[in-house]
T-cell receptor, first 113, second 112 residues
Framework: GQNIDQPTEMTATEGAIVQINCTYQ??????LFWYQQHAGEAPTFLSY????GLEEKGRFSSFLSRSKGYSYLLLKELQMKDSASYLC??????????????FGRGTQLTVWP | EAQVTQNPRYLITVTGKKLTVTCSQN?????MSWYRQDPGLGLRQIYY???????DKGDVPEGYKVSRKEKRNFPLILESPSPNQTSLYFC???????????FGPGTRLTVL
């Protein structure tokens, strides 16, 4: 099965940088997504990595190492509105589960003024 | 506006009373899924559908049914709801396996 691990909670202050890690074990890996979810709302797409390396998108960047089964989401210049849960999701392309997404339990980030 | 819609958004019901949560998308997506989200457990997939009349079980299908008679709609049916199905439910869709998945706004269900 899939084993997706990310920290349960993190805190940081406004203007700082925070890195949220995600490790995974899946035999049919074919991509990793990061989603942001505010309390009581739907998850919204942040980033996607399928090849090793860093993808940058404004204040947010995501990194992937397929050989290490590791990804991180980097948030710079933190703002209060970045307080949310961040979900790591891996895509598994094995057999009949082609294209299924498996989610980690999420990392609740609190940004303090 | 491209979107995934769910109804109802909130529902309080009693054990054993059949209910249906509707999900509709206007993006002509082939793939649709249902998830439930519980504190400390994250998002878990209930059922998914790869096209009309093609559905498969996710990780937690017990107590749920789905149907996919039209491409745009993917209702979730609870034939005999129980309190352990109290949860936040999300419908999602995407155009193909290797594309971004979009979520509906969620349905908060309470079964007494």
């Amino acid at each position: 099965g899939q084993n997706i691990d990310q920290p349960t909670e993190m805190t940081a202050t406004e203007g700082a940088i925070v890195q949220i890690n995600c490790t995974y074990q899946t035999s049919g890996f074919n991509g990793l997504f990061w989603y942001q979810q505010h309390a009581g709302e739907a998850p919204t797409f942040l980033s996607y990595n399928v090849l090793d390396g860093l993808e940058e998108k404004g204040r947010f960047s995501s990194f992937l190492s397929r050989s290490k089964g590791y990804s991180y989401l980097l948030l710079k210049e933190l703002q209060m509105k970045d307080s949310a849960s961040y979900l790591c999701a891996v895509r598994d392309d094995r057999g009949s589960t082609l294209g299924r997404l498996y989610f980690g339990r999420g990392t609740q980030l609190t940004v303090w003024p | 506006e491209a979107q995934v819609t769910q109804n109802p958004r909130y529902l309080i019901t009693v054990t054993g009373k059949k209910l249906t949560v509707t999900c509709s998308q206007n993006m002509n997506h082939e793939y649709m899924s249902w998830y439930r989200q519980d504190p400390g457990l994250g998002l878990r997939q209930i059922y998914y559908s790869m096209n009309v009349e093609v559905t498969d079980k996710g990780d937690v299908p017990e107590g749920y049914k789905v149907s996919r008679k039209e491409k745009r709609n993917f209702p979730l049916i609870l034939e005999s709801p129980s309190p352990n199905q109290t949860s936040l439910y999300f419908c999602a869709s995407r155009p193909a396996p290797r594309r971004v998945q979009f979520f509906g706004p969620g349905t908060r269900l309470t079964v007494l």
